[in-house]
């Protein structure tokens, strides 16, 4: 099986410039890369039926190992920056002949996929692993082709990933031995020195994040679902803020958990499937999730117990950001293709560290495009190389470590969206109540959940509502199965001078990273918070 194409994919790795490797497979299913895993042991087996794998030292992006190359086509395009840190195209060069040269007669799994739902859309893509359990975690995350289909269509955007393959700091023109590296007009993606899957997955949705909005389609760091009704809701969040458990909802059909695209049709999910955190994970709390990882699920630095393999989703021994890769189809009820209609229900959910946010508020248009162009929430330990504790950060659109475009951008094409729809917007915080990080209390999950399913179902419509004085935010009097003293942050602390203090102090940190974004609407600038 050494050639460099097969009956089912005729556009073959020569045009990667892959040459002499050794044996190739092309889009094997789960149980023949579960044989290959396992026979190489890259993991083990889970008495749940899923393949676990561990990454080593990387349990968690590398974002300052990330780059763009800088070259003719795109460069006026970029938002270059310490996100979007530019590469030369020799560097390029360099680093995917030190790939090539390192897979020459290894053993290839190649995959051949579709990022977005949206046929009118969607992107071919292929990837290219040393490894079955990588080959095994991208073909769960993307939307994969009918039986037979594979590899007939040209892939636009390919990921070549060798975890063992590491760059050479001195000679390679980057700082570390780990590389993420992304050239949009080749179409190429080179991925080394990591064996952390999320990579792949990021990766892919820098892409998209560039050419679904050139194509005037929104892209979006968000989960969705759908009600009984029709309607759809997006969550936007950074990683552990909530997305993949709130939008896991038994009363709700799920699109997705974490990347989409919103279009003149409606809303589409860019992925085939979903990349859950799982600690602390349990049957209880989020059965959906729990359930869905079985056999053809991958998770990812998850410790076992050594008698039982039965999964141990408290240990924090390898990682807090322990991971589970599965298909969409493995949740319940959910709606594939993952296509649906315009959102009725935007929510912005931020991991409130300071834990002055309140736990729900009703926002503005001008103020969603504020929160939205903000990002605010904590950095949860794990999700990042050096996290180990949450953090306050900002991150524009809920994603800027994924935006190659300036994210003025992307706030136009939202706020344009809201507007036209006539979308109900809520800011919902899953973080501190009580108290910062280290005093106070992470907000009650099923406090949350009831919040969500009011909003969403307009019981707070007619509720009403005070005026938070420092942030502006509206926030409900009550709220269905919710105690009302919870809806009030600052009525939470022992000691509200405290609770005044912190705000100021939040409020403050809000304007100054505001100051930055110079192309926005004179109303959008004021809905931010006052000092």
């Known amino acids: 099986m050494s050639d460099l194409g097969n009956a089912s994919s005729p556009i073959g790795l020569e045009r990667h410039g892959i040459r002499d490797p050794g044996d190739v497979f092309w889009n094997l299913q789960p149980a023949e890369l579960y044989e290959h895993a396992l026979r190489a042991r890259e993991g083990v087996l889970a008495d749940n039926g899923a393949l676990v794998c561990t990454t080593g030292l990387h349990t968690g992006r590398s974002p300052g190992d990330k780059y763009i190359v800088e070259e003719e086509a795109t460069r006026d395009c970029i938002e270059w920056g310490p996100v979007n840190k530019p590469i030369s195209e020799e560097h390029f060069d360099r680093l995917h002949r030190r790939m090539i040269e390192h897979y020459r007669g290894r053993t290839l799994f190649v995959r051949d996929m579709f990022a977005g739902a949206?046929?009118?859309?969607?992107?071919?893509?292929?990837?290219?692993?040393?490894?079955?359990?990588?080959?095994?975690?991208?073909?769960?995350?993307?939307?994969?082709?009918?039986?037979?289909?594979?590899?007939?269509?040209?892939?636009?955007?390919?990921?070549?990933?060798a975890p063992s393959c590491e760059a050479d700091p001195a000679t390679d023109g980057i700082r570390s031995k780990t590389f993420v590296v992304v050239h949009l007009t080749k179409g190429l993606v080179l991925i080394g020195g990591t064996a952390y899957a999320g990579e792949i997955k990021k990766s892919i949705f820098t892409i998209m994040n560039y050419v679904l909005p050139l194509a005037d389609v929104l892209s979006m760091h968000c989960s969705a679902n759908v009600g009984p009704d029709g309607d759809v809701a997006l969550f936007f969040g950074l990683s552990g803020t909530g997305k993949t458990t709130l939008s896991a909802d038994p009363d709700r059909r799920l699109i997705g958990d974490d990347e989409h695209g919103w279009s003149e049709r409606g809303v589409f999910n860019i992925e085939g499937g979903c990349y859950a955190k799982c600690i602390n994970l349990s049957a209880e709390a989020e059965p959906q999730i729990y359930s869905a990882i079985r056999f053809g699920s991958v998770l990812e630095n998850v410790v076992l117990d050594s008698a039982t393999h039965r999964p141990n989703y408290e240990s924090t021994e390898l990682t807090e950001n322990t991971r589970a890769a599965y298909p969409l189809e493995h949740i319940p009820r959910a709606i594939i293709p993952s296509v649906a209609g315009h959102p009725a229900n935007v929510v912005f959910l931020t991991c409130d560290a300071f834990g002055v946010l309140p736990p729900i508020a009703k926002l503005t248009h001008e103020q969603a495009m504020?929160?939205?162009?903000?990002?605010?929430?904590?950095?949860?330990?794990?999700?990042?190389?050096?996290?180990?504790?949450?953090?306050?950060?900002f991150s524009s659109c809920f994603g800027a470590p994924f935006l190659p475009l300036p994210?003025?951008?992307?706030?136009?094409?939202?706020?344009?969206?809201?507007?036209?729809?006539?979308?109900?917007?809520?800011?919902?915080?899953?973080?501190?109540?009580?108290?910062?990080?280290?005093?106070?209390?992470?907000?009650?999950?099923?406090?949350?959940?009831?919040?969500?399913?009011?909003?969403?179902?307009?019981?707070?419509?007619?509720?009403?509502?005070?005026?938070?004085?420092?942030?502006?935010?509206?926030i409900p009097r009550s709220c269905p199965d919710v105690p009302s003293e919870v809806l009030t942050p600052r009525s939470t602390w022992s000691d509200p001078s405290h609770y005044d203090a912190k705000a100021r102090e939040l409020a403050a940190l809000f304007v100054r990273n505001f100051a930055a974004f110079k192309r926005v609407l004179p109303e959008v600038a004021a809905a931010g918070p006052r000092t």
């Open 370 to 393: 504020y929160q939205f162009l903000s990002g605010y929430t904590a950095k949860v330990a794990g999700t990042e190389r050096g996290v180990t504790e949450p953090q306050a950060t």
């Open 407 to 474: 994210p003025e951008r992307y706030a136009s094409m939202l706020g344009e969206r809201l507007a036209r729809h006539d979308v109900h917007c809520w800011l919902i915080n899953t973080g501190w109540s009580g108290g910062s990080h280290g005093v106070g209390q992470r907000i009650n999950l099923r406090h949350t959940r009831a919040m969500i399913r009011a909003a969403l179902a307009g019981r707070l419509d007619r509720e009403p509502y005070a005026t938070d004085p420092v942030f502006g935010l509206r």
């Open 118 to 161: 949206d046929e009118s859309t969607r992107v071919p893509i292929r990837v290219v692993t040393e490894t079955a359990w990588h080959n095994l975690f991208a073909s769960q995350l993307f939307i994969r082709p009918e039986v037979g289909a594979a590899g007939r269509q040209e892939p636009r955007f390919t990921v070549l990933n």
